[in-house]
């Protein structure tokens, strides 16, 4: 079965520096995307940045990019220049490439506060 | 506005009543999930839809939860004889399936019910 485990339950950053969420994954799949997912208070879940296990090349999205690292199964998310609209819950998932199924499986997330 | 739309927002009732909750996915979406988030978790698949097919259901959806999605457009969630453990957010995502690939999914609002 599919797992995605986030051990930073909280952190917080000042406002304009950098922070690393972590986050860890195990699948028996070869192919398989991941994602990281933000959601703000009392507000919906919306996607930060999506990466597919095939490609080596890690995803960037404006501020925000990713270390994905295949054989350890890491998957941490880095924002530079830290706003404080990203105060939020962030959630890895993951989700097999094609088959049948295709539902995310989530971490439990981790609570980010950026400070003024 | 074209996201994905759930109705209501918010739904308090009491403990051995019936609720119902609806789903507008993004209209070009062939796909449609419904999860489960508790507070302080992350979102927990339930059931999923191909078109108007309910493909999978996870062992969370006990019988005394019914979801349907005729003409494959919108989906409801019927959550009978409802217990004070339903209280949750209960999140709609919807995507596309191309190609035997799966697509990214996007969500909704949520419904956060609460069983007194």
């Known amino acids: 079965a599919q797992t995605v485990t986030q051990s930073q339950p909280e952190m917080s950053v000042q406002e304009a520096e950098t922070v690393t969420l972590s986050c860890t994954y195990d699948?028996?799949?070869?192919?398989?995307?991941l994602f990281w997912y933000k959601q703000p208070p009392s507000r919906q879940m919306i996607l930060v940045i999506r990466?597919?296990?095939?490609?080596?090349q890690n995803a960037t999205e404006n501020r925000f990019s990713v270390n994905f690292q295949k054989a350890a199964k890491s998957f941490s998310l880095k924002i530079s220049d830290s706003q404080l609209g990203d105060t939020a819950m962030y959630f890895c998932?993951?989700?097999?490439?094609?088959?049948?199924?295709?539902?995310?499986?989530f971490g439990k997330g981790t609570k980010l506060s950026v400070k003024p | 506005d074209t996201g994905v739309s759930q109705d209501p927002r918010h739904k308090i009732t009491k403990r051995g009543q019936n609720v119902t909750f609806r789903c507008d996915p993004i209209?070009?979406?062939?796909?449609l999930y419904w999860y489960r988030q508790t507070l302080g978790q992350g979102p927990e698949f339930l059931t999923y839809?191909?078109?108007?097919?309910?493909?999978?259901k996870s062992r969370l959806l006990s019988d005394r939860f019914s979801a349907e999605r005729p003409k494959g457009s919108f989906s409801t969630l019927e959550i009978q004889r409802t217990e004070q453990g339903d209280s949750a957010m209960y999140l709609c995502?919807?995507?596309?399936?191309?190609?035997?690939?799966?697509?990214?999914?996007?969500f909704g609002p949520g419904t956060r019910l609460l069983v007194l």
């Open positions: 998932a993951s989700m097999n490439y094609g088959g049948s199924q295709g539902n995310l499986i």
């Open positions: 839809f191909q078109n108007e097919a309910q493909l999978e």
């Open positions: 995502a919807s995507s596309t399936r191309l190609a035997g690939r799966q697509e990214t999914q996007y």
């Open positions: 990466q597919e296990a095939y490609k080596q």
């Open positions: 209209s070009e979406h062939n796909r």
């Open positions: 699948t028996s799949e070869n192919n398989y995307y």
